[in-house]
T-cell receptor, first 110, second 111 residues
Framework: DADVTQTPRNRITKTGKRIMLECSQT?????MYWYRQDPGLGLRLIYY???????NKGEISDGYSVSRQAQAKFSLSLESAIPNQTALYFC?????????FGPGTRLTVL | TQLLEQSPQFLSIQEGENLTVYCNSS?????LQWYRQEPGEGPVLLVT???GGEVKKLKRLTFQFGDARKDSSLHITAAQPGDTGLYLC???????????WGAGTKLIIKP
């Protein structure tokens, strides 16, 4: 079984809709991150969490919110989706300097 | 503006050829990592280089960290179709929370 899982894997939604992307991990790591990946731009950090009570904004947090429900779960929400949020979203855990990524969610906002 | 510039952005070569991809910056990094990402999956760590001038080998892959710790290269010898993927470099500036990511080199190895 994968150590970091993401649901859904693919999602198409409409402008203005609220959407939640979920991430679960079985690695027991405290640090969890959310990134988006766009062609030609690399990975950009949206939010990061050092533990359940410590959540921080990354470089592109506008339009996003997160919830750390437990050590193992870190959810990303788009309160009112817009087309320029169309991207590939990755959750990652971090331990010892290594980042362990989930398989990603491909989100399309029409 | 990308703090880490990767080149080339795209490379398509025949099986058996050698290749080098580059990761360059004007900033100094305490360490630099290389990841490979395959379609439908997240990036997977290949190697971390820490010391200026360091060279690490992973089978047919050779990674080098520049003496000034501002750049790195990845050389693949006798490329195989299984090497196909997106190669990402990421630098650590001792921020304690964030890696600086390059945009990646998309590599295709044709049989």
């Amino acid at each position: 079984d994968a150590d970091v899982t993401q649901t859904p894997r693919n999602r198409i939604t409409k402008t203005g809709k609220r959407i939640m992307l979920e991430c679960s991990q079985t690695k027991g790591h405290d640090r969890m991150y959310w990134y988006r990946q766009d062609p030609g731009l690399g990975l950009r950090l949206i939010y990061y969490s050092f533990d359940v009570k410590d959540i921080n904004k990354g470089e592109i947090s506008d339009g996003y919110s997160v919830s750390r429900q437990a050590q193992a779960k870190f959810s990303l929400s788009l309160e009112s989706a817009i087309p320029n949020q169309t991207a590939l979203y990755f959750c990652a855990t971090i331990e010892g300097g290594t980042q362990y990524f989930g398989p990603g969610t491909r989100l399309t906002v029409l | 503006t990308q703090l880490l510039e990767q080149s080339p952005q795209f490379l398509s070569i025949q099986e058996g050829e050698n290749l080098t991809v580059y990761c360059n910056s004007s900033s100094v990094f305490s360490s630099l990592q290389w990841y490979r990402q395959e379609p439908g999956e997240g990036p997977v760590l290949l190697v971390t280089v820490v010391t200026g001038g360091e060279v690490k080998k992973l089978k047919r892959l050779t990674f080098q960290f520049g003496d000034a710790r501002k750049d790195s290269s990845l050389h693949i010898t006798a490329a195989q179709p299984g090497d196909t993927g997106l190669y990402l470099c990421a630098g650590d500036m001792d921020s304690n929370y964030q890696l600086i990511w390059g945009a990646g080199t998309k590599l295709i190895i044709k049989p």
